[in-house]
């Protein structure tokens, strides 16, 4: 579904991806992992256009993403979220995903629609839509709070569900699980895992190694911009090069 040549993104004289060439299967979860700084979120900021790249070509279902604005990457189906969460604090809950919901079915006129009073009260059935996503996501309850303030387990859940309803082919989640309890990773693992069945892509960094090493069929990892490895949990857990890189850190 995916396919880079030659990425390479320059941040002065640092070069934080490096001639990376990679697949991404459709219907597969792939991971990208790798310590820190060693490109991961760049490489995913290059696939969504929110950074453009120095040289290299990037292909999502035949189309070239390199030059496009995020925002037509998005439509193509891409949908991703960020290391940070990104969602409109001054909104509910129930907002932010009717943000997506309202973005998906008529892209363009969203900026001018926001603009009506009780734009977010008019439509049942994106209400109901906005709802399966929130329930999938055990926010459910949180519907009508609003969104500053909930903690970042839950803001992690609200990020997955704007992305979701989105409806993309190909989801990119950025340390997804990161500052979630134990017995919130399961939920949310079990929310995820079963997305390729339903015809959606996923693409994961995590630095939850065990996690990723459970749920992804290919693995890809970095080490300073440049791809050193990359096959099935079970290669990589073994490749010299890759436990070399992952012990230096700890030692670091
Ligand atoms: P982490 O695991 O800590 O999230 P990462 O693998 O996601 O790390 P990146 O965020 O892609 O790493 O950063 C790769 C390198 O590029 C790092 O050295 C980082 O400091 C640098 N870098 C990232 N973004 C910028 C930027 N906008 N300007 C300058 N340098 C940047
Ligand atoms: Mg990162």
Do not use: C
């Not at 037509?72 to 809950?93: D, K, N, S, W, Y």
């Not at 704007?162 to 990773?185: F, H, I, N, T, W």
């Not at 990723?212 to 911009?225: F, H, N, P, R």
């Amino acid at each position: 579904i995916l396919e880079v040549k030659n990425l390479t993104k320059r941040f002065g004289a640092l070069k934080a991806v490096n001639g990376l060439s990679f697949r991404v299967r459709q219907g597969t979860i792939s991971a990208l992992i790798g310590p820190n700084g060693s490109g991961k979120s760049t490489t995913f900021n290059l696939i969504t256009g929110h950074l453009k790249p120095d040289s290299g070509t990037i292909l999502f279902e035949g189309h070239h993403l390199e030059g496009l604005p995020a925002e037509e990457i998005a439509r193509l189906g891409i949908a991703r979220t960020f290391q940070t969460p990104q969602i409109f604090t001054h909104l509910t809950v129930l907002e932010n995903v009717l943000l997506s919901v309202y973005q998906r079915k008529r892209p363009g006129l969203l900026s001018s629609l926001l603009r009506l009073p009780n734009f977010f009260k008019k439509e049942k059935e994106a209400q109901e839509e906005a709802f399966v996503y929130l329930e999938r996501f055990f926010l459910a309850d949180e519907a009508h709070r609003p969104a500053e303030g909930l903690p970042l387990g839950k803001l992690r859940h609200l990020e997955l569900a704007r992305a979701l309803a989105l409806k993309p082919k190909l989801l990119l989640l950025d340390e997804a699980a990161s500052g979630l309890d134990p017995r919130e990773k399961i939920d949310l693992a079990e929310a995820l895992t079963s997305l390729p069945q339903e015809g959606i892509t996923l693409f994961w960094v995590e630095h939850d190694l065990n996690l990723l090493m459970e749920v992804a069929e290919e693995v890809i990892v970095l080490d300073q911009g440049e791809k050193i490895a990359e096959g099935p949990p079970r290669e990589i857990q073994r490749n010299p090069r890759v436990i070399q890189v992952y012990l230096g850190e700890e030692h670091a």
